[in-house]
C-alpha cells in the first residue's frame, strides 16, 4: 500500500507546477475581452473608404453594442499567446460572424495581431 507523506505530496505539487503554469499563459480571451477586441477591430478605417474618398473620421463601435454569442479559440502552432479565434457575435442585434488572430500580452492585456486571418469563404 501507497503512503501519502508530506514528502511525497510536495514532490508531486512541484512537478504538477509546470503543468499548472504553462495551462495560465494558455487562456483564451474572456467575453468581455473578446467583445472589446471586436470593438476595436470594427472601429479601424476602412482601406477600402478610405481608397475611394470615403470618410475620413471614423466612428468608434460601442463595446456594449457587441454581444458574443459563442466563440472559439486555436492557439498557432509553436505560439502558446498567439490564438485563431472565431467569434459569432450580435451588433445591435444583427448577427455578425468574425476570424480574429489574438495575441495575450505578458502584462496580461491582449490585443489584435497587426495581420488578420484570410476570411474563410
Known amino acids: 500500500m501507497l503512503e ?3 514528502s511525497r505530496l510536495l514532490h508531486l505539487a512541484l512537478l504538477a ?3 499548472m503554469l504553462s495551462a495560465c499563459s494558455g487562456r483564451t480571451p474572456s467575453q468581455g475581452e473578446m467583445a472589446q477586441l ?3 477591430l470594427l472601429s479601424q478605417p476602412s482601406g477600402f ?3 475611394f ?3 475620413r473620421r471614423q466612428t468608434r463601435v460601442d463595446v456594449e453594442a457587441i454581444k ?3 466563440q472559439s479559440c486555436e492557439a498557432l502552432k509553436n505560439f502558446d499567446s498567439a490564438f485563431d479565434c472565431t467569434v459569432s457575435f ?3 442585434d444583427e448577427p455578425h460572424e468574425n476570424t480574429l488572430r489574438v495575441i495575450h500580452h505578458e502584462d496580461g492585456k491582449w490585443s489584435l ?3 488578420q486571418p484570410a476570411p474563410s469563404l
Open 53 to 55: 474618398g470615403g470618410n
Open 4 to 6: 501519502s507523506s508530506p
Open 90 to 92: 450580435t451588433l445591435n
Open 38 to 40: 471586436e470593438a476595436d
Open 49 to 51: 473608404n478610405m481608397l
Open 17 to 19: 507546477l509546470p503543468l
Open 113 to 115: 495581431a497587426h495581420e
Open 68 to 70: 458574443i454569442v459563442k
